[in-house]
C-alpha cells in the first residue's frame, strides 16, 4: 500500500489518529488522561521550590510546575499552558510563554517579530507570505510564525487562520475572571492531525477506519518491545520509571561492521520508533559495539532523522560507559498507557 493516509479513529474508548505511510504506522496519536498540551489556565501561584527555581501552581486539574519563576509571589494569579504530559505521580509541566497554534500560523503574544518557517526557501515565496503577514499582524503587536505548510496556500486561506489565532489570543490575554478556571482546552488527536499532518494525504473518517487500514495490526506490533532494524537485527525499547532504555541488538549479523550497520540503522529509525509509542522523557541507548572513530557519524545520522521529528529532543552525548543519551518532550501519551 503506497502513500500517505491519515485515519481517524476511536480505540479502547479514546479518539485517536493515525498516519501510515506506505502501508506503515509513522505517526500516532492517542487522548489520555491528563490535560493535553496546549491547555491554557487561568492559575494560582503556590508555594515556591527553591532547590529547583520553580513554583507549584493550582490549576483546576491539579497541582503544575512552572519552572525559572523570579518575583513570583505565592497568591499571584497568571496564565499559564501545558507544555507537556507529566510523569507519574509528578505535577503538569508548565510555561508563562503562551502559543497560540493553528495549521498554517503560531501567534506569539510574549515574541514579538514576524518570522516564517526556514523549510520555506523560495524568495518570491517569502515575500508573499510577509506581504500576507503584515497586512493581518498590523496594529495587534503580537508575534507571529508562519508555518511550512503555507507554502502555495492561498492568501485568504493563511489571513484566516492569523485571524483565529489572533481572535483566541485575545480572548484569553483580555480576561478579567479571578479563581483558577480552565480558559482553552488543548486540542484533541483529531485536531492535532488536521494542525501537524500538512503533507497531501487520503483522510479516512469513517468508523472502523484503524481495523480497513491495517493501524491495529500495527499497533499490536508497536505495544511489544521489539523493533526490527534492516538486515535483521532489532531495538529492543523498555520504559521503565526511570528512563526509556534502547537496547541495539545486530541478531544473526555476525560481520565485523555489524555493530556500525545496526547502529546507523537505529539512528535513523529511532525517531519514528519512539513517536508512535508516544515515549519521552530521558532515553539512554546501548548501541552495539562499533569503533570511536564511527560515534560522530552516528552522531550526524541520529541529529538527522531528528529533524523531521515532531518532538523537540536534546542529544546529550555518550556515557563514559559507551552508552549514548538523549532528552525527549513528553509530548505524547504513551501508547502502552492508554491501551492497557
Not at 510564525?145 to 487562520?161: K, M, N, P
Not at 483522510?203 to 477506519?209: H, M
Request: charged fraction near 25%.
Amino acid at each position: 500500500m503506497k502513500g500517505r493516509t491519515i485515519v481517524l479513529d476511536h480505540i479502547a474508548g479514546r479518539e485517536a489518529a493515525a498516519l501510515m505511510v506506505d502501508g506503515q504506522l509513522d505517526d500516532f496519536l492517542i487522548a489520555g488522561d491528563a490535560p493535553p498540551p496546549g491547555t491554557i489556565y487561568r492559575a494560582r501561584a503556590d508555594r515556591p521550590v527553591k532547590g529547583q527555581g520553580g513554583m507549584f501552581l493550582t490549576t483546576p486539574d491539579g497541582p503544575a510546575f512552572l519552572r525559572q519563576v523570579k518575583g513570583l509571589a505565592p497568591g499571584t494569579q497568571l496564565l499559564v499552558q501545558v507544555t507537556g504530559y507529566p510523569e507519574p505521580g509528578k505535577a503538569l509541566p508548565v510555561t508563562s510563554k503562551l502559543l497560540f497554534k493553528s495549521r498554517h500560523a503560531i501567534v506569539t503574544p510574549d515574541a514579538p517579530g514576524l518570522n516564517l518557517s526556514r523549510s520555506i526557501r523560495d524568495e518570491a515565496e517569502r515575500d508573499r507570505l510577509l506581504e500576507i503577514a503584515h497586512d493581518v499582524m498590523e496594529g495587534h503587536g503580537f508575534g507571529l510564525i508562519l508555518r511550512s505548510s503555507c507554502a502555495e496556500v492561498a492568501a485568504e486561506v493563511i489571513a484566516e487562520d492569523i485571524e483565529a489565532m489572533i481572535s483566541q489570543a485575545r480572548q484569553v490575554l483580555e480576561d478579567k475572571g479571578k479563581g483558577c478556571e480552565t480558559l482553552i482546552e488543548g486540542d484533541g488527536p483529531h485536531v492535532l492531525a488536521w494542525r501537524d499532518w500538512t503533507d497531501p494525504a487520503e483522510v479516512v473518517t469513517e468508523a472502523g477506519g484503524f481495523e480497513d487500514r491495517g493501524v491495529l495490526d500495527a499497533l499490536e506490533r508497536v505495544r511489544g518491545i521489539a523493533e526490527p532494524l534492516p538486515g535483521g537485527g532489532h531495538l529492543y525499547i523498555q520504559p521503565t520509571r526511570a528512563l526509556v532504555a534502547v537496547d541495539v541488538n545486530t541478531g544473526s549479523d555476525t560481520s565485523l561492521a555489524a555493530g556500525q550497520k545496526a547502529n546507523f540503522a537505529c539512528a535513523k529509525l529511532l525517531p519514528r520508533a519512539l513517536r508512535v509509542r508516544g515515549l519521552g522523557g530521558q532515553i539512554t541507548l546501548d548501541l552495539a559495539p562499533m569503533a570511536k572513530k564511527d560515534r560522530r557519524g552516528f552522531e550526524a545520522a541520529l541529529r538527522a532523522a531528528l529533524k523531521a521529528d515532531s518532538e523537540e529532543t536534546t542529544l546529550a552525548g555518550w556515557t563514559p560507559l559507551g552508552h549514548y543519551e538523549l532528552q525527549r518532550k513528553r509530548g505524547r501519551v504513551p501508547v502502552s498507557e492508554a491501551l492497557s
